[in-house]
């Protein structure tokens, strides 16, 4: 399949292995908690609690496969909520090998501050998180989200849904492509709803935020009718409704990236795949396919080819960067940011078949993905000269062209309606827990996703990293409290939006500091000629 997606198989940051050594043990204490469909055991670890495993909607298996979400019967007795449910059925986000996970998914995991009450008797901020892993791998579980919780002292949650061609499936039978990976997270945000207060948290106060697919699904949210009144405030990590990747920038066979595809392409999509299948009987393809061992459909391309979000329905009536230009997204404050280098966790999958190794090299791949004028343009912005190597310097265009300048044009779209703020995460001695060794001429420095530990557990920190990572922890849960991100001790964070100003992060005394980001990412550059070449399809 000759496009961009074949890379987000490789996108490995998203299930870090060492985040399964990092459970928690099970304590003897077990508190209850009474949801809307029946009593729920979790696990008490001293300053937090755990409810891992809670079903927000029925199993969509069987005659469900392909249908929205329906309601979770109610259970009897005491339903024990002290593991992980299943995670849906994906491919291993590392190496080779079969589906894994299960189409009976849909579980989120509440991790809340230990003791329900608050003071003046209103309820704690809630957070509720979208995993990454490119629509086709991932789960809630890997990210454990303690510090959020008794640092910040907020409920936290994170939500499984469904992946690839079970998530993001469409065709004639179907009506179009109902998205049913975002109708499970406007579940999971019904049930937060319905059930926020008996964890202890305010269900008028809920923040949506997520990083990669996650950050995608945020703004796909943030422009979607159907999810009006489920939040209040949105974090967009590494993700943005503009994100893109230029054509041939990774591999020559690759077309451009983009995340939203018109609804009719995911539907032309699902009748060839249907008809590939034997499932081509006018009337009959969706019980044809609903009897398929799930195994048949969970193949790489078939998983790979349905990981986009379909737009020009009920959902997502328009593109989601054209929503934002046009002013028709939920009127919420936002946080958005990128890494400082994005692109270099992809780039780095591919050099060992198509090198970088000289200065010729990087001036056909500027030739390649971009047409003369911009590639000359670009050449004298990133003169290969001024970069450790040219792989650095190729990375370094991809960062700036895909992620950090189409972050800050959704910045300026949103910041015209509503507070925004923007980051950029910049620590480049963050650790690598992707398993994925460095090459010797691309150093990974603050990668996709390398955000994530300063967040949630996922692998050890330095002194300095942890002192960042309080940092990061008052400024995103003090933004789910008030709108601001504000926390005590730390630099104030100014408004983005229409200006250039955003948040550096990084360890040290002036590591957190505003910078104009849009001069040092070159962006004039990028909004005059890029998102600028041919789409595919």
Same mark, same amino acid.
């Not at 530990?453 to 922890?473: C, E, H, K, S, V």
């Given at each position: 399949m000759s496009d961009f997606r074949r890379f987000l198989r490789r996108w490995a940051l998203l299930l870090p292995a060492v985040s399964l050594l990092l459970g928690?043990?099970?304590?003897?204490?077990?508190?209850?908690?009474?949801?809307?469909?029946?009593?729920?055991?979790?696990?008490?670890?001293?300053?937090?609690?755990?409810?891992?495993g809670i079903p927000f909607a029925a199993p969509p298996t069987g005659p469900l496969r392909w249908r929205l979400p329906e309601p979770m019967p109610r259970w009897e007795g005491v339903r024990d909520a002290g593991a992980p449910g299943s995670r849906c059925v994906q491919l291993p986000a590392v190496g080779a090998g079969g589906p894994t996970g299960s189409e009976d998914c849909l579980y989120l995991n509440v991790t809340a501050p230990a003791g329900r009450a608050v003071a003046?008797?209103?309820?704690?901020?809630?957070?509720?998180?979208?995993?990454?892993?490119?629509?086709?791998?991932?789960?809630?579980?890997?990210?454990?989200?303690?510090?959020?919780?008794? @640092?910040?002292?907020?409920?936290?949650?994170?939500?499984?849904?469904?992946?690839?061609?079970?998530?993001?499936?469409?065709?004639?039978?179907?009506?179009?492509?109902?998205?049913?990976?975002?109708?499970?997270?406007?579940?999971?945000?019904?049930?937060?709803?319905a059930n926020a207060a008996r964890f202890g948290g305010d269900p008028g106060d809920v923040t949506v935020f997520g990083e990669s697919a996650g950050a995608l699904s945020v703004c796909a949210h943030l422009t979607s009718p159907a999810s009006t009144g489920l939040f209040h405030r949105a974090i967009v990590q590494s993700g943005s409704c503009s994100t893109t990747a230029p054509p041939r920038s990774l591999l020559p066979g690759l077309g451009t990236y983009e995340p939203f595809v018109?609804?009719?392409?995911?539907?032309?999509?699902?009748?060839?795949?249907?008809?590939?299948?034997?499932?081509?009987?006018?009337?009959?393809?969706?019980?044809?396919?609903?009897?398929?061992d799930p195994a048949v459909l969970a193949t790489p391309e078939l998983m790979q080819r349905f990981s986009l979000v379909a737009y020009g329905n009920s959902v997502l009536p328009m593109e989601p960067r054209r929503a934002l230009e046009a002013g028709r997204f939920h009127r919420v404050p936002v946080v958005q940011g990128t890494d400082q280098d994005e692109m270099r966790l992809f780039l780095a999958q591919t050099l060992a078949v198509y090198p970088i190794p000289d200065g010729a090299a990087y001036r056909a791949r500027l030739l390649r993905s971009f047409d003369a004028p911009t590639a000359r343009a670009v050449e004298a912005a990133y003169p290969v000269s001024a970069f450790a190597t040219p792989a650095v310097a190729w990375a370094t265009v991809l960062t700036d062209a895909s992620f950090a300048c189409p972050t800050l044009r959704d910045g300026a779209a949103l910041g015209r309606h509503v507070p925004v703020y923007a980051y950029r995460f910049s620590d480049r001695g963050a650790p690598n827990f992707t398993g994925q060794p460095e090459p010797p001429d691309l150093p990974y420095g603050a990668a996709h996703g390398f955000e994530l530990?300063?967040?949630?557990?996922?692998?050890?920190?330095?002194?300095?990293?942890? @002192?960042?990572?309080?940092?990061?922890?008052g400024y995103w849960t003090g933004f789910a409290r008030t709108g601001v991100p504000a926390a005590p001790g730390a630099p104030r964070w100014p408004r983005g939006g229409t200006s250039a100003s955003a948040l550096s992060l990084a360890p040290g005394a002036d590591g957190i500091r505003t910078v104009d980001a849009r001069a040092e990412h070159h962006c004039a550059l990028w909004d005059a000629r890029w998102p600028g070449v041919t789409r595919t399809r």
């Open positions: 928690a043990a099970p304590a003897a204490d077990r508190p209850v908690v009474d949801t809307d469909r029946g009593p729920v055991r979790g696990l008490g670890h001293g300053a937090y609690d755990t409810f891992e003046g008797g209103r309820g704690r901020p809630v957070m509720v998180w979208f995993h990454g892993g490119g629509f086709f791998s991932g789960s809630g579980d890997v990210y454990r989200p303690e510090r959020l919780a008794t @640092q910040g002292g907020v409920v936290v949650v994170t939500v499984n849904y469904r992946l690839g061609v079970f998530g993001l499936f469409g065709h004639p039978e179907l009506g179009g492509a109902p998205g049913f990976a975002l109708a499970d997270q406007r579940a999971a945000l019904l049930w937060v709803r018109p609804e009719r392409r995911t539907v032309e999509d699902g009748t060839l795949a249907a008809a590939r299948l034997g499932c081509d009987r006018p009337g009959g393809v969706l019980d044809c396919l609903r009897a398929l530990p300063y967040l949630f557990t996922i692998a050890p920190l330095t002194g300095p990293q942890r @002192q960042l990572a309080d940092r990061m922890t």
